[in-house]
């Protein structure tokens, strides 16, 4: 029956771009809202007509709830998506599903289980600069190596939950799509080696202040790609820098510029915005669950990225090459 009647975990950036979708698509109505803090999350309700919940565990028991998203921290989205699936709603979850594979497991386990919807937003799948370069993928042959490096620059470091090692997770598991990218263009991973460097918070012993994090992944075609992610204090020149290698030519994406480049020249690819992803994604669920329409990506391809990003985290801890 519509509208969809929907309850929202988290207050910040994501959340607010979901609200506004829901409230301006007829399919849907914005019913809760549960945040970490009473205070926002009693001005979230009132900005976009929410009943302002005590907290995600109240939330999810509400019966006049058909779908729940989860937008808080990455630390907490199994035990939300677990406790939402239980109470019989569908669920949408930002990337990571979780951060341990095995309850990530579980979790699709259970929404096949309950017959609920179980899906992981991944927007990078959506953007023009995703969609250009899978157009003009085959006009470079076979791809023969990929460099993708994800660099942010911040002084000083904020004293946000993405500098939690706790909350945010492994930094290739918090920020998932950019390994998630790599795998929905090129296919299955045979083996992965990984380094990562922190520099701790000498007040504030649990965060840190910059991160950076290495990875070459071969792939099951013989691709190789070398993954690089890093934001915070001691980093000092920004990159959105993709490239890709192929026999007949190759693609280059720096910022939002993409090129292609051939024997006969190079022309520029049209990438597109980059705003409007969260709504895009939204708007696809409602299509799903209204229409029966397929959704964008499938849990198990979210799952599938989540095992090599997780192979990763342990490559740099154990010093060694992981297979898959």
């Known amino acids: 029956m519509l509208p969809l009647r929907v309850g929202l975990v988290g207050t910040g950036y994501a959340a607010k771009l979901r609200a506004e979708t829901l409230q301006a698509d007829p399919r849907s109505q914005l019913i809760a809202v549960a945040g970490h803090s009473p205070d926002k999350t009693a001005e979230f309700g ?59 497991e579980e979790l699709v386990n259970l929404a096949q289980a309950q017959s609920r919807l179980l899906h992981v937003e991944h927007i990078e799948l959506l953007s023009g600069i995703h969609v250009a370069l899978a157009e003009a993928l085959p006009e470079i042959g076979t791809p023969f190596s990929v460099r993708y490096s994800s660099v942010n620059p911040q002084q000083p470091a904020p004293h946000k939950w993405t500098y939690q090692f706790d909350l945010f997770g492994f930094p290739l598991i918090g920020a998932l799509s950019r390994l998630n990218r790599l795998l929905d263009l090129f296919g299955p991973v045979e083996s992965v080696s990984c380094q990562a460097r922190f520099l701790p918070r000498l007040d504030l012993p649990d965060f840190y202040t910059t991160c950076i994090c290495s990875a070459h992944l071969r792939f099951s075609s013989g691709l190789l790609a070398e993954l690089v992610y890093g934001k915070g204090e001691a980093l000092w020149k920004a990159e959105r820098l993709l490239e890709v290698q192929g026999d007949r030519g190759a693609l280059l994406f720096e910022g939002d510029q993409g090129t292609l480049v051939q024997p006969n020249g190079t022309r520029p690819l049209e990438t597109g ?50 297979a898959l």
């Open 46 to 104: 009132q900005t976009y007509a929410a009943d302002p919940m005590p907290s995600w565990i109240d939330l999810v028991q509400r019966t006049d709830l058909d779908l729940v998203i989860v937008a808080n921290v990455n630390r907490d989205h199994g035990t939300v998506v677990r406790a939402a699936l239980q109470a019989g709603k569908h669920v949408v979850v930002e990337y990571p599903l979780s951060l341990d594979v095995a309850e990530a």
């Open 273 to 322: 915005s980059r705003r409007g992803l969260f709504a895009k994604d939204t708007q696809a669920v409602l299509d799903h669950l209204t229409e029966g329409k397929p959704l964008y990506i499938e849990v198990a391809a979210s799952l599938y990225a989540l095992k090599v990003a997780d192979a990763a985290r342990r490559s740099a801890e154990l010093g060694q090459a992981i």
